[in-house]
């Protein structure tokens, strides 16, 4: 259970610290491809919006799928957008989808986390605080790194992040699914009684 809440904590740290990164360096990744002030700042305000939108559209998709699926299907999203968002051209649309997709995680994930891990008590505020340091931790990380690697870099390396975030939610798909008892039970077998075990037949009187 503790490799468990483990796993969820370190994708709520990394999925905000995606949601911060994106916030906080998309203008000045926009502005260095081509785009004008204005239109950076558009973007990042559209960003912001299909957020907001995603939240409200993935409470219809709760009641039809369950939060795993929500999650894996998000998490994968993210990824090709943030890959996507290296291309100069496309990349304030692949910014609004990395909002779109980001935004079931955090409120899918806490149902999840109670289905997983009933036992753990205030696991859900463990995980709500280990995000925060997410949020905080995000941009001075994501700063030295861009000052490694430069700022074209940015989408590339939140991909790389959002990646992490993907495998974490494959392994607790794995982790978290019940195995069927009778898949993983040998077949029982029983012996025959005495008075049904074969032996030699007595021919009958005539």
Same mark, same amino acid.
């Given at each position: ?60 998709? =709760? ?53 997983? =891990? ?69 077949? =029982? ?18």
């Amino acid at each position: 259970m503790a490799t468990v809440l483990g796993a969820f904590v370190l994708l709520y740290v990394l999925h905000v610290g995606i949601e911060a990164g994106v916030g906080g360096w998309e203008p000045t990744h926009l502005e260095t491809v081509g785009y004008g002030a204005t239109a950076a700042a558009s973007a990042t305000s559209v960003y912001w919006l299909m957020m907001t939108v995603g939240r409200f559209l993935v409470v219809p998709l =709760a009641l039809r799928w369950p939060a795993r699926s929500i999650i894996v299907v998000s998490c994968a999203g993210m990824t090709a957008c943030l890959l996507l968002a290296a291309v100069p051209a496309p990349a304030p649309f692949a910014y609004a989808g990395v909002g779109l997709f980001i935004a079931p995680i955090f409120p899918t994930g806490l149902p999840w986390l109670n289905d997983a =891990a009933p036992r753990a008590r205030r696991a859900g505020a463990l995980v709500i605080a280990a995000s925060m340091v997410g949020g905080v931790a995000a941009s001075p990380a994501l700063g030295k790194a861009i000052e490694l690697s430069g700022i074209r870099a940015v989408p590339l390396i939140l991909a790389a992040v959002s990646a992490v975030c993907l495998a974490t939610t494959v392994w607790l798909i794995r982790a978290t699914t019940p195995r069927r008892a009778a898949a993983t039970r040998p077949a =029982a077998t029983t012996a025959p009684s005495p008075a049904q075990a074969p032996g030699p037949r007595t021919p009958p009187r005539v």
